[in-house]
């Protein structure tokens, strides 16, 4: 083999067992990261291009790019409690556009999941409410129940009356439903939910 | 036969894990060894000294050194040894550095292991032949592929030292892309200025034969003796009589052609010469456009010349020139974004809306707008309807950087030109803004880095840290909408115009060329080096260097200093009259050879050809292979397919390699 041979076979995917050999511990926090959405925050180099085009951008208060470069320098509790985890919209225009191939769209909802589970308060607490009334939801009846949602939702956030008036009209057009449709096979569903907890 | 046995400590690096006086203690009991000690610095003069005492003393026949890889101090040990009197050849070098004490941290098995290595290395120099290197001998004439800024370089190097050179460009004219910048940076001179004195250089100088509008399309042979045949593409102008007046192109109907020099921002007659100062000044016929092509119609430029240099009939004719050594300069192309290439590793741009909003436009494009000669006259004035443009913005690394839309590397150059584009932007355009989205700024090199401050400070062009994510049109104008990710803050810009810094990429016919070559290619169609560090221009292949940008992204010094380079090391081939290289070739053995030519089939560099073994009446017995020695690299391959053993690799025979074998049997 002749140099100029060899150093192609380096440059492309040649040496992969030996970067496995030089694998670095990665922080907790970082490694379940990894082990929910398969790729590294490490990977941005913080261009800012999915803040540029980010729809729910001037609602938040940290750039999308901050949040990740929160968990890149290590401050994740900072990141958990910043509501541009929960304002996502998850439109992923940022996946899409990102010159690193980073899915950011996934690492937020990452984060919201590692947010809940470790019971991070943030200011979006309605957001937060709903979020986990329509996880609920699915879990039970392996699909939405609308009336279940907003009943579930407004015991969560006590805001009992607020759009009340709007359901004699929904009801009466078929709308709304007191009892939830199930699926034939619920018992999957509650086996996936209960595979990720 | 007398060896002499060697073993190096190297300073600790093999002191400190192999003992190596027990390995010399050890060796010198093996049978034919008369000599044995063991050094601290083996390569240095006083090492060097002890060989060849050794050798005088002791009349040796061959030597074994152990010490660090052959590739760093072979070369020494066979010149002490052929100092005091032994065959090159007969010197073996063990490596007990990289491949034992480095590797290995238990001192008795190492010392073990080193002293088996030995005795492997022992057995076969006891078989090693004396050998003399093979001699070729060079043709001193030097093919440029490439009529860029480091073509002209190269070439005029080579020639300006007494050597014929032949420079071959693809294009009607030599000049490259660097004919088509404005000014350059640092210094904002006029690039034309500093660029056509050199191509009017080429075109007169003696030692230099131009073949514009060609290429090259076959390559034979191997260093100092390479066969190159040129395809003169057909101009439909008889470049012998044509005076480069310039009647036909002014009295030529169709003018609605595309002007790629201006990048496609004018338009041009079918018949054309690229710009006004081009070398050779003789215009092409663009068969494409031209009315007589299609219905035969027309014939002006027939009509209107004075010399009947127009013929219409004229086809691409072939030349076949006998070459020494070959410089590829290439160069690059531009990332366009409009089309999807058909390379399938690049995505477009769709986001950024190059090709759909006439007011978006590339690097090279902005070039041409900013150009005393180009479509506006040096003014800035923007495509769509030909006004100022009072904001505009540049963004970077459109293409580099980016490796969802296919390119890891940074292009290295566009830092500075966009620097260079805002400037000359805001010198035209007084109450103008210019803003600038980058990631980071790269701007490494003399005066560089005090180029894009003086754009900051001096001139006041705005620089914000961040990718753009989209480019959309709303009322006229071009939005912009970025992040600025130092302040944290949502950036949006109404801008009448926009410039992308789109990346360099390798010329799409590179891979085909390198292939032509056998010289290697990255990912990305970048011609590969030999050591990225130490043999920067030099290939794999003997005789062909790289200059330019079809290396690398690189700016102008840095490929005059390439194109510099590869001369240089042309001149260093030419500087003798015969070549020396390694006698570790394929031999074939006529009388046992069948003729299968299995071997020809299996090899890299297309060395084995067929010879016919006739008798003295001339009759054909048979035909066998044969090694051309000068392409030959001593890989082993026939050696190792030949059924029937015919093949022998000198200095490698099998006789050698076994016995290296049976001495490993002790071991086991």
């Known amino acids: 083999m002749y140099a100029g041979e060899c150093y192609k076979q380096i440059g492309t995917s040649g040496n992969t067992e030996e970067m496995k050999m030089h694998e670095v511990h990665k922080d907790p926090f970082i490694e379940e990261l990894i082990a929910i959405t398969g790729q590294d925050p490490a990977q941005c180099y913080q261009c800012g291009k999915c803040s540029a085009g980010c729809p729910v951008r001037e609602f938040a208060e940290d750039a999308p790019n901050r949040v990740v470069r929160y968990v890149q320098l290590g401050f994740y509790d900072k990141a ?98 007191i009892l939830p449709e199930k699926i034939k096979d619920g018992n999957s569903v509650k086996k996936l939910f209960k595979e990720k907890e | 036969m007398k060896i002499g046995v060697f073993i190096c400590y190297c300073g600790e690096n093999i002191g400190r894990t192999v003992d190596c006086a027990a390995v010399a203690k050890a060796t010198a009991m093996l049978p034919g060894v008369a000599h044995s000690e063991d050094y601290k610095y083996m390569c240095s003069d006083p090492g060097q000294n002890l060989i060849k005492q050794a050798i005088l003393d002791k009349k040796l026949d061959a030597i074994v050194v152990g010490s660090c890889s052959p590739h760093m101090h072979e070369k020494t040990f066979r010149k002490a040894a052929a100092a005091a009197g032994v065959n090159p050849y007969m010197v073996e070098i063990v490596n007990l550095r990289e491949h034992c004490s480095w590797i290995h941290d238990d001192i008795p098995s190492a010392t073990k292991k080193a002293i088996d290595l030995m005795r492997i290395a022992i057995e076969k120099v006891k078989r090693n032949d004396p050998l003399t290197p093979i001699r070729v001998p060079v043709t001193k004439r030097a093919l440029v592929i490439g009529g860029g800024i480091s073509g002209i370089q190269a070439a005029l190097d080579v020639a300006n030292a007494g050597y014929e050179v032949v ?18 940076f640092p210094t904002l001179d006029c690039s034309q200025c500093i660029l056509t004195p050199r191509m009017v250089e080429v075109y007169q100088h003696p030692k230099i034969k131009l073949y514009a509008y060609s290429e090259v399309s076959n390559v034979e042979g191997f260093i100092g003796n390479f066969s190159v045949t040129i395809r003169r593409k057909a101009r439909g102008v008889r470049d012998e009589v044509c005076t480069g007046c310039g009647l036909c192109v002014q009295k030529c109907p169709i003018k609605k052609a595309q002007n790629s020099f201006e990048e496609g921002m004018a338009i041009r007659p079918a018949m054309y010469v690229p710009f006004p100062q081009a070398v050779p000044n003789i215009p092409v016929i663009d068969r494409e456009v031209c009315t007589y092509y299609k219905n035969g119609k027309c014939q002006m430029c027939k009509k209107v010349c004075g010399r009947d240099a127009i013929d219409f009939e004229q086809q691409d004719t072939f030349v076949t020139e006998a070459i020494g ?16 290439p058909e390379n399938s590793l690049i995505k477009g741009y769709g986001e950024y809306g190059y090709g759909m909003y006439k007011d978006v436009v590339n690097g090279l494009q902005f070039e041409r707008i900013a150009s005393a000669s180009g479509p506006t006259n040096g003014e800035i004035l923007r495509p769509s309807d030909k006004s100022e443009p009072k904001k ?126 056998g010289v290697p290619y990255d990912t990305y169609g970048f011609l590969q080096e030999v050591h990225p560090k130490l043999r920067p221009v030099e290939t794999s292949t003997g005789g062909i260097f790289l200059a330019g940008a079809c290396h690398s992204p690189r700016d102008i010094p840095e490929c005059v200093a390439m194109a510099s380079a590869a001369a ?101």
Not at chain 2, 325 to 340: N, R
């Open chain 1, 80 to 177: 958990l409690q910043s509501n541009t985890v929960w304002l996502c919209a998850g439109c992923q225009t940022c996946s899409g556009r990102c010159p690193k191939d980073f899915h950011l769209a996934q690492f937020m909802d990452a984060m919201r999941e590692m947010g809940t589970k470790r019971h991070i308060v943030t200011k979006e607490k309605k957001t937060v409410a709903f979020h986990e009334s329509f996880l609920d939801q699915i879990k039970w009846n392996g699909r939405s129940h609308e009336f279940g949602m907003v009943l579930e939702y407004k015991l969560k956030t006590m805001d009992l009356f607020k759009d009340v008036d709007l359901v004699p009209g929904m009801l009466s057009r078929g709308k709304l439903s």
């Open chain 2, 167 to 184: 420079l071959v460009e693809k294009e009607p004219s030599i000049g490259g892309h660097m004919s088509q910048l404005s000014e350059t």
């Open chain 2, 325 to 340: 050594a070959i410089i590829v300069a290439t160069g690059y192309k531009l990332y366009t974004i409009d089309k999807k």
């Open chain 2, 392 to 517: 505009i913005v540049f963004i970077q690394c459109v293409g580099s950087r980016d490796e969802a839309k296919g390119f890891t590397y940074c292009s290295k150059i566009c830092c500075m030109y966009t620097a260079k584009h805002a400037m000359l932007y805001k010198h035209k355009v007084h109450d103008g803004e210019a803003y600038v989205f980058y990631m980071d700024i790269r701007s490494g090199g003399k005066m560089y880095e005090e180029f894009v401050r003086r754009a900051i400070e001096e001139d006041g062009v705005k620089y914000i840290r961040g990718r753009v994510s989209k480019i959309y049109e709303d009322d006229g104008k071009l939005v912009v909408k970025g992040e600025d990710t130092i302040a944290g803050m949502p950036v949006t810009i109404n801008a009448d115009m926009v410039v992308l810094a789109t990346a360099m990429i390798a010329q799409s016919e590179a891979p085909q060329l390198a292939q032509m070559l």
């Open chain 2, 568 to 668: 240089a090391k042309t001149m260093v081939l030419f500087g003798s009259d015969m070549l020396e290289r390694e006698p570790v070739v394929a031999k074939v053995h006529a009388d046992t050879c069948a003729g299968c030519f299995y071997c020809q089939k299996v090899c890299a560099y297309s060395a084995i050809e067929r010879k016919e073994i006739r008798n003295r009446q001339g009759e054909l017995i048979k035909t066998i292979a044969y090694v051309n020695e000068g392409l030959c690299q001593g890989c082993g391959t026939c050696n190792a397919t030949c059924p029937s053993k015919s093949v022998e690799l000198i200095g490698f025979n099998d006789e050698q390699i076994f016995n290296e074998i049976l001495a490993l049997d002790e071991v086991f």
